[in-house]
């Protein structure tokens, strides 16, 4: 008998061992693949961030299989300024939200479209370099006035039903509800059964992801036309003249514009008009070459401009 207590007792202790074992392994493995996941996705937009940054001078898939640490790091640095404005925005306007909401429903919804179009502004401003132009902001009081004139109107319809009259319009309106009705209970169904499946939630990612990719092309795009500082290459050559048979010292400029461990990608440049010629040579640092030149850290207000 006691043995018999003894044996139930050690096969329900080895259950429980493997019962806490399991969610342990199950633990590690999701975090093990959400790691993964996010390594991959970071060297991702890393390559997006690099293939935007070297698009802006015309260079296409030369240099593009080396992702270096500065330019995860300069991507994601502009998310932050990016996430950091937004925060402002919020902090900003979300009291005014509140106290709106508290005194009408149309200054919530005026509200509201201020605190997008500034999140808009900046965003644009951040990622595309490009300020929000002046009909964007007529657009906005078009869409403001539009708002507020409904609400003095549906205000005035409301006081009418309450008084007994127009009772047309209210009988229109419950039967636009009831046909709206239906779809809108498929809608929450849709979001009900993505809420529950886990797998659905994968789904959502994927629009996620390619937005990312864009927003950080862009930023890639970006960051280029706003860079003012470069490594100039002063060459200096000597060459016969075919014409009086006199030696000759030929310069040329060329400028650094990307920079790997072990070679540099070079194009020449126009130092007066602050233009690259987009022809572009990829040279070793321990080359001869640059053994003749040297290397000149140089500022040009307002970026570079590409031919």
């Not at 990608?265 to 233009?275: E, H, S």
């Not at 990829?282 to 040297?294: F, P, R, V």
């Amino acid at each position: 008998m006691n043995s018999n207590h003894r044996e139930t007792t050690s096969t329900s202790q080895v259950n429980l061992d493997e019962t806490e074992r399991r969610p342990l392994a199950i633990s590690l493995m999701d975090a093990s693949i959400i790691v993964l996941i996010f390594t991959g996705l970071t060297y991702l937009l890393g390559m997006k961030f690099k293939g935007g940054y070297l698009g802006y001078y015309k260079v296409t898939d030369v240099m593009l299989g080396d992702v270096g640490m500065n330019y995860i790091v300069d991507s994601f640095t502009n998310i932050l300024i990016l996430l950091t404005f937004w925060s402002f925005i919020c902090i900003f306007f979300f009291p005014l939200l509140s106290a709106a909401k508290k005194t009408r429903q149309a200054l919530h919804l005026v509200t509201l479209l201020l605190a997008l179009y500034a999140a808009i502004s900046i965003f644009c401003l951040v990622v595309f370099n490009k300020i929000v132009g002046e009909p964007y902001s007529k657009v906005l009081i078009i869409i403001s006035s539009i708002i507020m004139a409904c609400d003095v109107i549906y205000t005035f319809l409301k006081v009418q039903l309450r008084k007994g009259k127009i009772l047309w319009l209210k009988k229109t309106i419950e039967a636009m509800v009831n046909k709206l009705t239906p779809g809108i209970q498929e809608v929450k169904l849709i979001v009900f059964d993505i809420k529950r499946n886990k797998y659905l939630k994968f789904l959502l990612l994927i629009p996620i992801i390619y937005f990312a990719s864009f927003v950080f092309f862009h930023l890639g795009e970006t960051e280029a036309q706003r860079k003012e500082e470069y490594l100039i290459i002063k060459y200096e050559k000597t060459e016969k003249n075919k014409e009086t048979g006199k030696e000759e010292i030929k310069k040329t400029n060329f400028v650094v514009i990307n920079e790997s461990k072990d070679n540099l990608l070079i194009a020449p440049i126009n130092l007066n008009q602050k233009i690259i010629t987009p022809t572009y040579s990829i040279i070793e640092t321990k080359s001869k070459l640059n053994e003749l030149i040297k290397l000149e850290a140089m500022n040009f207000k307002g970026g570079l401009k590409v031919k």
